[in-house]
């Protein structure tokens, strides 16, 4: 069974850059791609950014584009997500998962992490 844990949240000023990190163990032949979600206050949860263990380009959802960036250590088996620029909109609890494919559709994977939560101020 695989399991996820993510850490690297916090409170930070808008402007500023997070590294957030989903340490991965108990992979599966079907865990090729790990995908970011954020999940704010009174919205739905939404995929941020995936990436596969396979190789290929990290896939982003357009509203972090530019300022989210993905990236796996396969030695680690470790995801990193760098945030900058930060913004309030940014606020949320991100989680990070496991999928057979690389998508920014909850619905696609079956294995969450518990979260951790950034907080943006203006």
């Known amino acids: 069974q695989v399991q996820l844990v993510e850490s690297g949240g916090g409170s930070v000023q808008a402007g500023g850059s997070l590294r957030l990190s989903c340490a991965a163990s108990?992979?599966?032949?079907?865990?090729?791609?790990m995908g970011w979600f954020r999940k704010a206050p009174g919205k739905e949860r939404e995929g941020v950014a995936a990436i596969c263990r396979g190789g290929g380009s990290p896939y982003y959802a357009g509203s972090v584009k530019g300022r989210f960036t993905a990236s796996l250590d396969r030695a680690k088996n470790t995801v990193y997500l760098q945030i900058d620029s930060l913004k309030a909109e940014d606020t949320g609890m991100y989680y990070c998962?496991?999928?057979?494919?690389?998508?920014?559709?909850?619905?696609?994977?079956?294995?969450w992490g518990q979260g951790t939560q950034v907080t943006v101020s203006s």
């Open positions: 108990g992979y599966t032949s079907s865990s090729k791609c």
């Open positions: 998962a496991i999928a057979s494919i690389l998508s920014l559709e909850p619905g696609r994977y079956n294995s």
